[in-house]
């Protein structure tokens, strides 16, 4: 899919499914297959036809007629003559000329129309912009995060990418989401992809200061969403929960434990990598309790693990005394399996 660039703004949206050179190109070609038509039909019926400055109309002298016919401008020079000739021009020749016209300002309007389809897509989707992700920074971790956002049921149009390089917006677009050109540190970036309407932010730029930055600016705009931000080392981590991250993710150290564990136990690693790929194999979901299910755990008829409960803001782990009883209102974490 290829991208859009909405005229005057710094949003990029996935482009619309038409092509519009190739648009133009089918339109060039019916153009000159109409010419072509008409250049045959006069041709094979040229004894019809009379051309007072030669004896006989041959194949460049219906060439002329038919283009100087089709384009209305009819010099009258080359003319039919015979009642045959004059019935196919009125048949077969005007239709062609009216459909060449029709091409012709068709393609004019749509070339000048162009800018204000792209205002109208644009004040569209900043109408129903609500509840959206925005992800700060669409490189490796930006990416990830898209494809698991997808996996679980979000629409493309629901997330929306803040990334100062080109090669990153196109690679967003080209997956269906919008893309705004700008640092994820600064308001107007962030204004762009509509974060007072955001239900979440993902911050996954790629150093620690921008992570912090861009974390504070979204808590300042949107202080009821929810933040999730990744930093590359653990002493940066306490800088992103005081600037107003509900989560961090450390990458540097998460990836140091698992190439420890995949020394030492090289099969957990295999596990925690299935868990890790979201829609195949084994995968961890969270849902709320039911009204049936509310009482002992002990007692749940489900055929996945529990591994944890989460009761308001409070993750309790299946070994915490407190999860052995489900609440109204509580959650579930639980492992399943994606055959």
Avoid at 5 to 17: H, K, N, Q, V
Avoid at 40 to 49: A, E, P, Q
Avoid at 127 to 153: D, E, M, P
Avoid at 230 to 251: C, F, P
């Amino acid at each position: 899919m290829s991208t859009r660039r909405e005229s005057g703004s710094r949003i990029e949206l996935p482009a619309e499914a038409s092509n519009p050179l190739r648009t133009i190109g089918t339109r060039v070609a019916i153009a000159i297959g109409l010419i072509t038509f008409v250049a045959l039909l006069t041709y094979f019926g040229r004894d019809g036809y009379v051309d007072p400055a030669d004896s006989e109309v041959g194949l460049l002298d219906a060439f002329y007629y038919s283009t100087v016919s089709i384009t209305t401008t009819g010099y009258g020079d080359v003319r039919p003559e015979s009642d045959s000739a004059r019935l196919i021009t009125t048949v077969l020749v005007t239709p062609a000329r009216i459909l060449f016209l029709i091409l012709l300002v068709g393609t004019t309007l749509e070339v000048l129309a162009e800018r204000t389809r792209a205002r109208y897509r644009l004040s569209r989707w900043r109408r129903t912009l609500k509840a959206h992700v925005i992800i700060c920074g669409f490189g490796t971790k930006g990416r990830a995060a898209a494809n698991t956002l997808l996996a679980h049921g979000l629409r493309p149009d629901e997330i929306v990418a803040v990334d100062e390089r080109p090669t990153a917006r196109a690679e967003a677009t080209s997956m269906g989401l919008a893309a705004v050109a700008g640092s994820a540190a600064t308001q107007q970036a962030l204004r762009e992809a509509g974060i007072e309407h955001a239900s979440k932010v993902i911050v996954a730029v790629n150093r620690d200061d921008a992570a912090v930055l861009a974390t504070l600016t979204a808590r300042e705009l949107n202080p009821g969403a929810t933040i999730v931000a990744a930093v590359r080392e653990d002493e940066n981590a306490h800088l992103l929960h005081e600037g107003g991250a509900d989560s961090v993710i450390t990458s540097s150290s998460a990836a140091g434990r698992l190439l420890g564990l995949a020394t030492t136990a090289p099969h957990t690693t295999q596990v925690l990598e299935d868990l890790l790929s979201v829609g195949a194999g084994l995968d961890i979901i969270e849902r709320p309790v039911a009204d049936d299910e509310v009482g002992p755990l002990e007692k749940l008829h489900v055929n996945n693990p529990v591994v944890a409960v989460v009761r308001g803001d409070e993750l309790l782990r299946f070994d915490d005394p407190r999860a052995k009883e489900l609440r109204p209102g509580d959650s579930m974490v639980l492992v399943v399996s994606r055959k």
